[in-house]
T-cell receptor
Framework: DVKVTQSSRYLVKRTGEKVFLECVQD?????MFWYRQDPGLGLRLIYF???????EKGDIPEGYSVSREKKERFSLILESASTNQTSMYLC????????FGPGTRLTVT | GENVEQHPSTLSVQEGDSAVIKCTYS??????FPWYKQELGKGPQLIID?????GEKKDQRIAVTLNKTAKHFSLHITETQPEDSAVYFC???????????FGAGTTVTVRA
């Protein structure tokens, strides 16, 4: 069974903290993605990676960075969390169809 | 970049009736159009997709149509059931597996 797992379902952090969101897929997919989901805005692409050696900015990369040291793992990093980064974060991986994880609801206070 | 618009943002239908969600896109390079369903507390899941060389595709009670000339595509759900209540997203991309541009989503509620 296809699986994309995210390290936390709910996370509460303070402003200024460094935050790591982890994503692991077990399908040997090359492509991995991080999206942010906000009401009325749909899913917006933060960063993506088509290869372990490759990371590309999406539509809203400001305030985020990523790490992909292994094919199956793609991490999203909030260098200094701010309240406007309170959101649902979704990780996905794909060969053709994109498979999504369950999401991490991050609250920054 | 690609801009996908989706309407309506909310849709309430009586059980057994049909539901239609419409999307438009801006980039003529887009050739693959998936639709995702997101249930409460879960990540989006692909329910149907269509490629640019096909005008219509059907899977049981769900169908998708594509008009590449007009740059719009639609999702049709017939004989709606309570389990169809969810948020639906359309998306567009040049190639399957490539990064997706999503619409804002439609919250569908099926009334018993």
């Amino acid at each position: 069974d296809v699986k994309v797992t995210q390290s936390s379902r709910y996370l509460v952090k303070r402003t200024g903290e460094k935050v790591f969101l982890e994503c692991v897929q077990d399908m040997d997919h090359e492509n991995m993605f991080w999206y942010r989901q906000d009401p009325g805005l749909g899913l917006r692409l933060i960063y993506f990676s088509y290869d372990v050696k490759m990371k590309e900015k999406g539509d809203i990369p400001e305030g985020y960075s990523v790490s992909r040291e292994k094919k199956e793992r793609f991490s999203l990093i909030l260098e200094s969390a701010s309240t406007n980064q309170t959101s649902m974060y979704l990780c996905a991986s794909s060969f053709a169809e994109q498979y999504f994880g369950p999401g991490t609801r991050l609250t920054v206070t | 970049g690609e801009n996908v618009e989706q309407h309506p943002s909310t849709l309430s239908v009586q059980e057994g009736d049909s539901a239609v969600i419409k999307c438009t896109y801006s980039d003529s390079a887009s050739n693959y159009f998936p639709w995702y369903k997101q249930e409460l507390g879960k990540g989006p899941q692909l329910i149907i997709d269509i490629r640019s060389n096909v005008g219509e595709k059907k899977d049981q009670r769900i169908a998708v149509t594509l008009n590449k000339t007009a740059k719009h595509f639609s999702l049709h759900i017939t004989e709606t059931q309570p389990e169809d209540s969810a948020v639906y997203f359309c998306a567009a991309t040049p190639l399957p597996g490539y990064k997706l541009s999503f619409g804002a989503g439609t919250t569908v509620t099926v009334r018993a």
